[in-house]
């Protein structure tokens, strides 16, 4: 017996109870087309040729095949009657072939997007655990350098010869570079043909003589007066009052290039240098204003300046360097110390300002032992770069901060105090706030924001799980309300 349709053009209960509970693939009238299916379907005999069934199925089956996810239903329906319906089960399996075609291209997309993405992480894995050796290994070859300087001044106290030894090593930076080269590189190129290529770093021309004493003579002289103060005020203070205080070189940095490089004003690093100066006064008043302490202080602070000059004019006059040009130009340095500031030495030696009885007599050992490390150190913060990420070298130069201190509790060498603590934890701050990028503010307020969107998605998904749980129940419950008409 048919059912006639009602005014809102539904034709029977059933359809209404699927409207209503939103069943997945509904249409209109979904239900009397099923039943008009089954009818003809179950006319026609096992094995038996039925044409005008097929025509009339195909007639209603038809309107349907728009839609992918509205066709499923009624074909899956058809493959459960008899062998009538197989005209209709070759067009199904035919048009999930074309849809496999379809999402294979998709598939091998996602799939690309998959190994790009576990790309990006091993990467990023390998550069943190590159990152973490190094930061370990230049605080500990620069606290290692620091404590053998104090280790030596127990019996040998000439600074400037042990600056000068120490800065001669400079000239074995490039052959440790061509030598990683040689180990490392598929195109292997010879030592000259290397030399040259890393010598563009002054210019096109490369390395000559004027250009060697143009450019390499006011670096030199700025890498020794860097490291002669810094022994100069190892004499003066412990090795944590030092290390603590060269630590200010990123305050005067920040205050040259933006006076002479016109760089870009950045409040929070005008705050980090006047921090780094308040934790100077600070050390200076922890010892009462010791005579000692101010001219130890006076140096250390001559250092860090030195070495702030030495950067901001590296960048104005050679730019960025890659690490074979950085190694170049450091070995030149080395050569420049060699040839000519050798006599400066042997003028303090017949002076009786750096006398020592006879060579075999020198501390041979800790001598080279300190050059060895501050070679070390060097070469770790120009591979750093290239390896990981720059922040951490600056990371690794703060930890030997505490890595003195430290080495200095375990030899009683230094007793702090409330006044000489917080002054080296307010210079720690002031060079942390020193290493934050120039977008910092909107990569903050970006961060938040995204933290604000993640919230109010996973509020919005927990509402609408709630929801349909809720619906769910009322369907178990048959509490499910349908109207009439």
Excluded at 102 to 123: G, V, Y
Excluded at 145 to 163: G, H, L
Excluded at 414 to 423: C, E, G, S, T
Excluded at 431 to 439: N, Q, T, V
Aim: aromatic share 12%.
């Amino acid at each position: 017996m048919d059912v006639k349709a009602a005014p809102n053009g539904v034709a029977t209960i059933e359809d209404r109870i699927l409207r209503i509970t939103g069943y997945y693939g509904y249409y209109p009238g979904y239900s009397s087309q099923k039943s008009t299916s089954r009818s003809s379907i179950t006319r026609c005999k096992s094995g038996a040729n039925c044409p005008s069934s097929h025509s009339g199925i195909s007639r209603q089956l038809s309107p349907l095949s728009v839609t992918e996810d509205s066709s499923a239903p009624i074909l899956e329906l058809q493959s459960r009657g008899s062998s009538g319906v197989c005209g209709h089960r070759i067009e199904r399996q035919s048009r999930a072939g074309d849809d496999g075609t379809q999402t294979h291209p998709e598939n091998s997309s996602q799939e690309n997007r998959i190994k790009a993405r576990c790309l990006s992480c091993t990467t990023m894995v390998l550069k943190a655990v590159w990152g973490l050796l190094i930061i370990l290994s230049v605080s500990s070859s620069w606290v290692g350098t620091t404590q053998i300087v104090k280790i030596t001044y127990k019996n040998f106290y000439c600074p400037f010869f042990m600056t000068w030894f120490s800065t001669n090593w400079n000239i074995m930076f490039f052959p440790v570079y061509y030598s990683g080269h040689l180990a490392t590189a598929q195109e292997k190129q010879s030592p000259m043909k290397k030399f040259r290529e890393c010598s563009r770093i002054f210019g096109e021309d490369g390395l000559t003589l004027k250009l060697f004493l143009k450019r390499t003579a006011p670096f030199s002289i700025l890498w020794t007066l860097t490291n002669y103060l810094y022994l100069l005020a190892l004499r003066k203070l412990t090795a944590t009052d030092v290390s603590a205080l060269f630590c200010c070189n990123k305050a005067f940095v920040f205050l040259l290039s933006w006076i002479v490089l016109k760089d870009r004003f950045m409040g929070v690093r005008i705050v980090a240098t006047i921090m780094a100066i308040t934790g100077i006064v600070m050390m200076a008043y922890a010892d009462n204003f010791h005579a000692d302490s101010i001219v130890g202080v006076a140096f250390a602070v001559g250092s860090a300046s030195t070495s702030a000059l030495y950067k901001v004019l590296f960048k104005m006059f050679l730019g960025s360097a890659n690490f074979g040009e950085a190694a170049h130009f450091v070995s030149t340095v080395g050569f420049f110390n060699l040839i000519f500031i050798s006599f400066a030495p042997v003028i303090l030696y017949f002076t009786k300002v750096e006398h020592w009885s006879s060579f075999a007599a020198l501390p041979w050992g800790c001598l080279c032992g300190m050059a060895g490390l501050w070679l070390v150190f060097n070469i770790l913060v120009n591979v750093g770069v290239v390896l990981t990420y720059p922040i951490l070298i600056s990371i690794g130069t703060l930890l030997s901060v505490p890595g003195n201190a430290a080495v200095d509790l375990l030899k009683q060498e230094v007793i702090f105090n409330v006044v000489r603590l917080a002054a080296t934890i307010i210079i720690c701050i002031g060079f942390l706030l020193m290493l934050l990028p120039e977008e910092w503010d909107e990569i903050t307020l970006k961060f938040i924001n995204s933290l604000k969107e993640k919230k109010s998605e996973e509020h919005v998904d927990d509402l609408t799980d709630s929801s349909v749980h809720l619906r769910s129940r009322s369907r178990v419950n048959g509490a499910v309300s349908i109207p009439l008409a």
